[in-house]
């Protein structure tokens, strides 16, 4: 089965500019997040969906950063304007329905630099 | 928001040695998953403990989860290169909210 697809792999842009990563998850998972990941640290949940709603955004800095996930399926996360601190890696994970234990399953994720 | 606490957050030990990783929270979860990321990958799965004083086995990885549900440890029995990587637990809650520590990043040395 194919796993979770992101792309770019890697975008570098000047602060103030806007990006975009779209990302495809495992075919029939109903769930989806996207995680922040800093160099050296854990990651860090940005936005959870249950197919296309949003469970959880509390950690999403909305007045730069959205998401949207689109009949349920691919999402894609934007940053505008970007700042030097939103250099990171930016992973998606999906996670089947109706599993008695969670279990997310991630791309390679998108590395992205501000500069 | 649930938090978790890694320690070390740095390990560099010799092939051979014997090293314990631990992963601490005040706040319970209905369970426990640890994940081994490797440079320029996303995380993988490595096992979920579900139960109280539950302990897994997976060849050289031993995996324990806290009587509470708050803690968890995760010991590597003669080291390995190949175990080198960054060590995440996660805390799942609420259904199938997954928060994640800051990581043990190891290295085994020949």
């Known amino acids: 089965e194919a796993g979770v697809a992101q792309s770019p792999r890697y975008k570098i842009i000047e602060k103030r500019q806007s990006v975009a990563f779209w990302c495809n998850p495992i075919s029939g998972h109903a769930t989806l997040y996207w995680y922040q990941q800093i160099l050296g640290q854990g990651p860090k949940l940005l936005i959870q969906?249950?197919?296309?709603?949003?469970?959880?955004d509390s950690q999403l800095p909305k007045d730069r950063f959205s998401a949207e996930r689109l009949k349920g399926v691919d999402s894609t996360l934007k940053i505008q304007p970007a700042k030097l601190e939103d250099s990171a890696v930016y992973l998606c994970?999906?996670?089947?329905?109706?599993?008695?234990?969670?279990?997310?399953?991630f791309g390679q994720g998108t590395r992205l630099t501000v500069v | 928001t649930q938090l978790l606490e890694q320690s070390p957050q740095f390990l560099s030990i010799q092939e051979g040695e014997n090293l314990t990783v631990y992963c601490n929270s005040s706040s319970v979860f209905s369970s426990l998953q640890w994940y081994r990321q490797e440079p320029g990958e996303g995380p993988v799965l490595l096992v979920t403990v579900v139960t109280g004083g539950e302990v897994k086995k997976l060849k050289r990885l031993t995996f324990q989860f806290g009587d509470a549900r708050k803690d968890s440890s995760l010991h590597i029995t003669a080291a390995q290169p190949g175990d080198t990587g960054l060590y995440l637990c996660a805390g799942v809650y609420a259904g199938n909210m997954l928060t994640f520590g800051g990581g043990t990043r190891l290295m085994v040395k020949p």
């Open positions: 994970a999906s996670s089947p329905p109706d599993r008695e234990v969670t279990e997310a399953f």
């Open positions: 969906f249950q197919n296309n709603g949003v469970v959880d």
